[in-house]
């Protein structure tokens, strides 16, 4: 029998839930969490003690601390990422899959025993705000006390979510074990039918932190295209333009491709007044309104950031909400006791440990901090943080962007024709891969809606409801394809993005209204150079022609590969996307 401390809660499917768990794992201790900030401080001390976390310089980083994780586990791995249905065709091409019962067998036998002589936490938390009818609860248990610290930063945790469950039945089941960081023992496995997430051998990111992509995005799709609403990777941002009125925003981009940035952007001194909300960074759960419209909560309650790149020039906002209170994963350590990564403020330093903990300097030839290191901090530390955040109806969505990094072709904004239009330009989404999961970098992959590696569902069907979602949102958001990476044949970025960005949100919110300049093109309408332009825009005028130009040869050499991707969907692509990929290639043909 493990020994067991905190409180144990009255929910009788949490404790069955719980006791079974512990049977099969068999910890020495089982600690029921409370989310409050006694034990926040005892688990830190748990943490520095056995060496998950290390206590960072507290004169200038108060609350800060540095996780070094395993070399072997640095980003989300997707090959070793499950979905487990009884029909395969169910999980769709853009899933791995595994028969249920094979896969509970398969890990079965891993997680047995594998919390021996360790302690085991329980962890209940609420996704979205308190008191929503569209928040959901979910039960994590880990043997991480770092995954412990990083939730209670991540989800509102503790009591606040078993008040929102009550006596139901009705919570996600997440069981986590690092086990022995195997990678040919890893598994990450969601069993949407049972509401249960089984992740084994892995103690990073969106493989151990099950709130995030495995519950918000691959279970939390599966269960809104049954209850009809969406879960998206997507940020929310509230712009506030100089007479005060706010429009909110939604944008679907792949892993490190810049949604943290936009979603707490600084406005550019040139466009006085303006002001931005940040309502969220990464995901966003799209209810219909009463009134038509799509209204969006961000179930997460803090960022898990891409550190590299991060500085004041880019990024002032993300630089002043991580001095504190702020966990650190695989940067590089400073003689001092601070923090440094690629695109930090501070020169290159001296005497500094990179993210394995090496002697590092800058002949080394390797990043000192990983490429996908990371921070984890509250929502509520972001100096344009949104009080909106809390509000249980969540914000009405003028426009949703679909962004991508794509170095030729895609044009830096253009506006689809309609919602049908718009979700063909969603599907057809594809970026260059980054380091935020392993394997190559730099490949261009599709990678439809951003969701790719999070749709838990087949992603036929998934395209099938967000057409159907027309018929009850009778007022939607425009959408938007942007592309804040072109580069010139040096390589370099041809729109100065970050800040800048806010002028395509000025024009993406005008032409929501009805209004902006904007040209007709096969591909939708594309903004004249001058709505982007008025004051300080500091690039040439043939930069930004060419940023806004549509290559008519190279997007009819792209028709192929994307009837060939939709192909691989056989009867579950809806007529509907077949119908704009036709209506895309007649238009380029006239
Ligand atoms: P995930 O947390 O993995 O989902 O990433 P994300 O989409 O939130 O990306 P994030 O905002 O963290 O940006 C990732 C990288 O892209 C960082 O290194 C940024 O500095 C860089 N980046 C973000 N916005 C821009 C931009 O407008 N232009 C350029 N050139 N780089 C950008
Ligand atoms: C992403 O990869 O899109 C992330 C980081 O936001 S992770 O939590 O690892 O999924
Ligand atoms: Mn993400």
Redesign the pocket.
């Known amino acids: 029998m493990s020994n067991i401390t905190g409180t144990v809660p009255s929910n009788t499917f949490v404790q069955k839930w719980v006791k079974d768990v512990t049977a099969m794992c068999q910890p020495d201790e089982v600690v029921w969490c409370d989310g409050s900030e006694a034990e926040r401080e005892r688990l830190t001390r748990v943490a520095v003690q056995c060496g998950d976390l290390i206590t960072l310089n507290q004169e200038k980083l108060p609350g800060c601390y540095l996780h070094r994780s395993a070399l072997n586990d640095v980003a989300r791995t997707e090959n070793l990422t499950f979905v487990c249905t009884e029909q395969k065709e169910d999980a769709g091409p853009n899933n791995n899959w595994m028969a249920p019962a094979e896969s509970y067998d398969r890990l079965s036998k891993i997680f047995s025993g594998s919390m021996r002589g360790r302690t085991l936490y329980v962890i209940p938390f609420l996704m979205g705000p308190l008191g929503s009818p569209f928040s959901k609860v979910g039960i994590q248990v880990t043997d991480s006390v770092y995954v412990v610290l990083n939730m209670r930063i991540m989800t509102r945790m503790g009591k606040t979510a078993l008040d929102h469950l009550g006596g139901s039945d009705d919570f996600t089941r997440c069981l986590h074990s690092k086990a022995d960081l195997d990678m040919d023992r890893r598994f990450i496995c969601h069993y949407p039918q049972d509401n249960t997430i089984w992740s084994v051998g892995s103690g990073y990111g969106g493989n151990a932190l099950l709130a995030k992509k495995c519950l918000a995005l691959r279970i939390a799709s599966k269960l809104g295209q049954k209850e009809g609403w969406l879960a998206e990777h997507m940020l929310i941002v509230g712009v506030e333009s100089p007479d005060g009125e706010i429009n909110y925003v939604c944008g679907a981009?792949?892993?490190?491709?810049?949604?943290?940035?936009?979603a707490m952007l600084v406005p550019p001194a040139s466009m006085k007044g303006w002001k931005i909300h940040t309502i969220g960074?990464?995901i966003s759960w799209l209810h219909v309104g009463p009134d038509g419209r799509l209204w969006a909560i961000n179930p997460e309650a803090g960022f898990?950031?891409?550190a590299?790149?991060?500085g004041s020039k880019?990024?002032s906002n993300a630089m002043a909400m991580v001095n504190r209170d702020t966990i650190f994963t695989n940067v590089a350590l400073r003689s001092d006791g601070t923090v440094w990564w690629e695109?930090h403020d501070d020169p290159v330093p001296a005497g500094a440990q990179d993210w394995r903990g090496k002697p590092w300097d800058a002949k080394s030839g390797h990043p000192a901090a990983h490429p996908n290191s990371r921070f984890t901090v509250s929502v509520k530390q972001c100096p344009t943080y949104s009080p909106e955040w809390e509000k249980p109806e969540g914000v009405p969505i003028s426009a949703i962007l679909f962004g991508a990094r794509r170095q030729k072709l895609v044009p830096l904004v253009y506006q689809s024709f309609n919602w049908q239009h718009g979700t063909f330009l969603g599907a057809t989404l594809a970026s260059e891969t980054t380091a935020?999961a392993t394997g190559a970098v730099g490949v261009v992959r599709r990678d439809p809606m951003a969701m790719l590696p999070f749709c838990g569902y087949n992603m036929g069907d998934y395209w099938g409801h967000w057409l159907s979602l027309a018929k009850r949102a009778t007022n939607p958001p425009k959408i938007f394809r942007v592309n804040?990476?072109q580069r010139n044949e040096q390589g370099k970025?041809l729109w100065p993005?970050?800040g800048e960005?806010l002028r395509v949100l000025r024009w993406v919110i005008e032409r929501s209204k009805g209004g902006g300049q904007a040209e007709e093109t096969a591909i939708g309408y594309v903004p004249k150079p001058s709505s982007l332009n008025g004051g300080e825009l500091n690039i040439s005028k043939a930069d930004l022609n060419r940023l806004v130009a549509v290559d008519r040869e190279g997007w009819k050499n792209n028709l192929k590969g994307q009837g060939e991707y939709f192909d691989k969907f056989g009867d579950h692509l809806p007529a509907g996307i077949r119908e704009e990929h036709q209506a895309l290639a007649d238009r380029l043909k006239a």
């Open positions: 981009f792949p892993s490190a491709c810049g949604k943290t940035n936009l960074d990464d898990f950031g891409v590299p790149g991060t880019t990024n695109g935020a804040w990476f970025f993005g970050f960005n």
